[in-house]
């Protein structure tokens, strides 16, 4: 069964602090995504990843920036933390091997994030 | 543009009720529609997909291309069908999400 592991259930930080998202896989996934997820507004991607060292801007990348260093992490980074950045974010992966219509996407638990 | 749409933000109905979640989208090419679900405190994990015509806990979606529309349905509702139900369409690797449906049924 994939695993998609996020590092912090629940964080709390202050306005102006980097704060760090990481999440792991164990499924030697190419595919990395960070989504935010806000009541009424859905799930909504900020980046993802398609290999080691690649990245590319999702819906709202704007205040966020990503790395992926490694295969199995890929890490969320909020720059300067701002309160509007207040949201649970969710990491997912996704595989070439299996045929991605049948499984698309798999989910961490989600990291709920407060910046005050 | 791909974009798709859940009009319902909040659902209700009694245990035993048939229900239905709309879904609608927009995407000039074949679209691969999805339904995502997620129980309290677990973590969001596949429904169904559209292109195995399956039934998966009793519940069913068709895909109207006509209607632009992949709404999913269950004759009769259970109270653990309570959850938050999101939409998806497929372009590549990446999946656009509806806004989705607080499903609440009550006993």
């Known amino acids: 069964d994939v695993k998609v592991t996020q590092s912090s259930r629940y964080l709390v930080k202050r306005t102006g602090e980097k704060v760090f998202l990481e999440c792991v896989q164990d499924m030697d996934h190419e595919n990395m995504f960070w989504y935010r997820q806000d009541p009424g507004l859905g799930l909504r991607l900020i980046y993802f990843s398609y290999d080691v060292k690649m990245k590319e801007k999702g819906d709202i990348p704007e205040g966020y920036s990503v790395s992926r260093e490694k295969k199995e992490r890929f890490s969320l980074i909020l720059e300067s933390a701002s309160t509007n950045q207040t949201s649970m974010y969710l990491c997912?992966?996704?595989?070439?091997?299996?045929?991605?219509?049948?499984?698309?996407?798999?989910f961490g638990d989600g990291t709920r994030l407060s910046i005050l | 543009a791909q974009r798709v749409t859940q009009p319902e933000k909040l659902l209700s109905v009694f245990k035993g009720a048939p229900v239905e979640l709309k879904c609608n989208y927009s995407y000039s090419g074949s679209p691969e529609l999805f339904w995502y679900v997620q129980y309290s405190r677990q973590r969001l994990q596949l429904l169904l997909r559209?292109?195995s015509r399956e039934s998966i806990k009793g519940f069913t979606a068709d895909l109207n291309k006509g209607e632009t529309s992949f709404h999913l349905k269950k004759p009769f509702a259970q109270e653990e069908d309570s959850a938050m139900y999101y939409c998806?369409?497929?372009?590549?690797?990446?999946?656009?999400f509806g806004e989705g449906t607080q499903l609440t049924v009550n006993p």
């Open positions: 998806a369409l497929k372009r590549g690797s990446r999946l656009t």
């Open positions: 559209h292109i």
């Open positions: 997912a992966s996704s595989g070439l091997r299996e045929r991605s219509i049948n499984q698309p996407q798999h």
